[in-house]
């Protein structure tokens, strides 16, 4: 466990052992490509379409691993050198880009709550810098594409403008404020995944994880009042714009 109170990248993959929680669930891979622009880095966005996983929103490439991503490894690959394997093909199926996984750094881990009943998937997320060459669509999995600095994505969602999933929100949230592609990729590497072990509290229209003062009793009908501690890791989806919390004695 480290300081802020997230697993280790070991403690993460034994957590996807079959004996470890969540192990039953499927795995997806998501990659959050950047680039540099005039005004700041960029990240790639991809509009789903109306239909499926995440129908309209705005996300980053990825999709499920697919049993050959498993093939040509020398001795059993772990769940992580998988999903970047997928996160390769993914990427190149949906917007034509050419990546190396090599450059694939490893930023979090979702799993979305309990209550999720459908398309509940354990996704790994990556940052790496983009390769040069022309975006080209598969229709089937996006139907527009944009480069966007993630201040701008915020403003846009608030507005109604575009639609993000909580783990795009914030994604954007926590690659906000570099000053450039490389640097971006370079934070990631030197820091530790996060987990994100999701848990609604539909009471105040929050996702909340280890770390906030009401993570342990949000499943219950009674809650922990928010009023008897300041330690808060959760998104607040209560208005807009939405809000990410991780603050307090143990961040």
């Known amino acids: 466990m480290t300081n802020d109170g997230m697993r280790t990248p070991d403690q993460l993959l034994q957590a996807q052992s079959p004996t470890g929680r969540e192990s039953v669930l499927p795995v997806a891979s998501t990659v959050v490509l950047a680039r540099d622009s005039a005004d700041g880095p960029e990240v790639l966005l991809i509009e789903r379409p109306d239909r499926g996983s995440f129908a ?3 996300v980053f490439p990825g999709g499920k691993l697919d049993p050959e991503d498993a093939d040509g490894f ?3 690959p772990t769940e992580i050198e998988v999903a970047r394997r ?3 093909r993914e990427v190149w199926e949906e917007t034509g880009l050419v990546t190396d996984e090599t450059g694939y750094e490893t930023l979090s ?4 709550p309990a209550s999720v009943t459908h398309s509940r998937i354990r996704t790994w ?3 790496a810098v983009a390769p040069e060459g022309e975006l080209t669509l598969s229709p089937g999995e996006a139907v527009a594409a944009r480069w966007i600095r993630p201040v701008d994505a915020t403003a846009l969602h608030t507005n109604h403008a575009l ?3 909580p783990p795009t929100w914030a994604t954007r949230e926590r690659l ?4 450039d592609a490389a640097s971006m990729v370079a934070a990631t590497r030197d820091a530790e995944p996060r987990e994100f072990m999701s848990r609604s509290l539909a009471s105040r229209k929050a996702l909340l994880w280890e770390g906030d003062a009401a993570y342990e009793t ?3 009908e009674s809650p922990l009042p928010d009023e008897e501690s300041t330690d808060r890791h959760r998104l607040d989806m209560s208005g807009l714009p939405w809000v990410y919390l991780r603050e307090g004695a143990g961040f």
């Open 218 to 220: 949000a499943l219950e």
């Open 163 to 165: 639609s993000l999933s």
């Open 125 to 127: 997320f990556f940052v």
């Open 176 to 179: 906000a404020g570099h000053p």
């Open 56 to 58: 309209g929103a705005w």
């Open 109 to 112: 881990c979702w799993i979305p």
């Open 86 to 88: 997928a996160g390769v």
């Open 74 to 76: 020398e001795g059993e």
